[in-house]
């Protein structure tokens, strides 16, 4: 990112709290557009740092501060919500009727860009989160968040069966009794099919918990990877690095909690963007041979 559009980035920026070093602010010109007093909050760091720089306590209150703001979104009734991370900021995007209407326009202005908000809708949103922010006692708040426990059992989804796992698993990491799949999606939704798509995935019965509801430790274990494997996107040379989860049953494409992290070179004209915006749509499948080639890449940086 140059020093341009890093200036614009902040200078759309309108702050609503700071929690340590983390600052929340109203994206100006934001994923899917006006959507009401509920709307799109960008988390970015107040020294300025890179996702992939930011420290173990970052990451904490990275997951704290989504926590609340999904059980903001949710008091709300907005289930369906989207997390877009960028080197140097972290997007909350609610998707209220989470049609397909919303889900096209949320992609298309991820590569295209949208237009900026109007004044007043700036001071709704303003108004609704300092007011929503304000009520919270944080420290309380974060201390009282789910904890890690043994969730209900539900219907297994494809990530809950080993036969789908297996053809794509890059690794199994543990952490804190926690165990993580690491996959290379066989559908990868980079600008080319050869940029890197890797899923961070709670194993088995853990994966049903979603939103507001996910234990913090469990948050915090997926941050810790997300930014691993950034780490590792970076050290490719890929100069963007995206982050995506979906929270709620009509935003995911499988009912299983799981992160989505993609090394890419973003389009730069408008024909790369065009292709780069087909290819999220409709992304095309790697051969076996491809899938392998991957999944053989990334597998030492997981396996100790």
């Given at each position: 990112?140059?020093?341009?559009?890093?200036f614009?980035?902040?200078?759309?920026?309108?702050?609503?709290?700071?929690?340590?070093?983390?600052?929340?602010?109203?994206?100006?010109?934001?994923?899917?557009?006006?959507?009401?007093?509920?709307?799109?909050?960008?988390?970015?760091?107040?020294?300025?740092?890179?996702?992939?720089?930011?420290?173990?306590?970052?990451?904490?209150?990275?997951?704290?501060?989504?926590?609340?703001?999904?059980?903001?979104?949710?008091?709300?009734?907005?289930?369906?919500?989207?997390?877009?991370?960028?080197?140097?900021?972290?997007?909350?995007?609610?998707?209220?009727?989470?049609?397909?209407?919303?889900?096209?326009?949320?992609?298309?202005?991820?590569?295209?860009?949208?237009?900026?908000?109007?004044?007043?809708?700036?001071?709704?949103?303003?108004?609704?989160?300092?007011?929503?922010?304000?009520?919270?006692?944080?420290?309380?708040?974060?201390e009282?968040?789910?904890?890690?426990?043994?969730?209900?059992?539900?219907?297994?989804?494809?990530?809950?069966?080993?036969?789908?796992?297996?053809?794509?698993?890059?690794?199994?990491?543990?952490?804190?009794?926690?165990?993580?799949?690491?996959?290379?999606?066989?559908?990868?939704?980079?600008?080319?099919?050869?940029?890197?798509?890797?899923?961070?995935?709670?194993?088995?019965?853990?994966?049903h918990?979603?939103?507001?509801?996910?234990?913090?430790?469990?948050?915090?274990?997926?941050?810790?990877?997300?930014?691993?494997?950034?780490?590792?996107?970076?050290?490719?040379?890929?100069?963007?690095?995206?982050?995506?989860?979906?929270?709620?049953?009509?935003?995911?494409?499988?009912?299983?909690?799981?992160?989505?992290?993609?090394?890419?070179?973003?389009?730069?004209?408008?024909?790369e963007?065009?292709?780069?915006?087909?290819?999220?749509?409709?992304?095309?499948?790697?051969s076996?041979p491809?899938?392998?080639?991957?999944?053989?890449?990334?597998?030492?940086?997981?396996?100790?």
């Open positions: 990112m140059d020093l341009t559009h890093l614009i980035h902040w200078s759309n920026m309108n702050l609503i709290y700071q929690y340590n070093h983390l600052k929340i602010a109203i994206e100006s010109k934001p994923i899917g557009g006006y959507r009401g007093k509920v709307g799109t909050l960008t988390v970015s760091h107040a020294n300025y740092l890179v996702f992939t720089e930011w420290s173990k306590e970052d990451l904490t209150n990275l997951a704290a501060i989504t926590q609340k703001i999904l059980q903001i979104h949710e008091k709300e009734h907005i289930s369906n919500s989207l997390i877009f991370g960028r080197q140097r900021a972290i997007t909350f995007v609610p998707y209220p009727r989470c049609n397909w209407y919303e889900k096209v326009q949320g992609a298309y202005h991820a590569i295209f860009g949208s237009s900026i908000l109007k004044q007043n809708q700036i001071d709704q949103i303003s108004q609704f989160y300092r007011t929503a922010f304000k009520n919270m006692d944080f420290e309380s708040d974060i009282s968040l789910p904890t890690l426990e043994k969730p209900l059992k539900k219907p297994a989804d494809p990530f809950c069966k080993d036969v789908v796992l297996s053809k794509q698993r890059i690794a199994t990491v543990s952490k804190e009794g926690e165990n993580y799949e690491i996959l290379h999606d066989n559908r990868p939704k980079g600008r080319l099919k050869k940029d890197p798509h890797i899923l961070i995935i709670p194993s088995a019965e853990s994966g918990v979603d939103g507001s509801k996910v234990p913090l430790k469990r948050r915090i274990h997926m941050l810790e990877l997300v930014q691993k494997t950034m780490q590792i996107f970076e050290k490719e040379k890929f100069k963007d690095c995206l982050y995506l989860e979906r929270n709620g049953k009509k935003l995911q494409s499988v009912p299983h909690k799981h992160s989505h992290i993609i090394g890419i070179q973003f389009p730069k004209n408008r024909w963007r065009i292709r780069a915006f087909l290819r999220l749509l409709l992304p095309s499948a790697l076996k491809e899938l392998k080639k991957r999944i053989d890449l990334y597998k030492p940086h997981f396996v100790a």
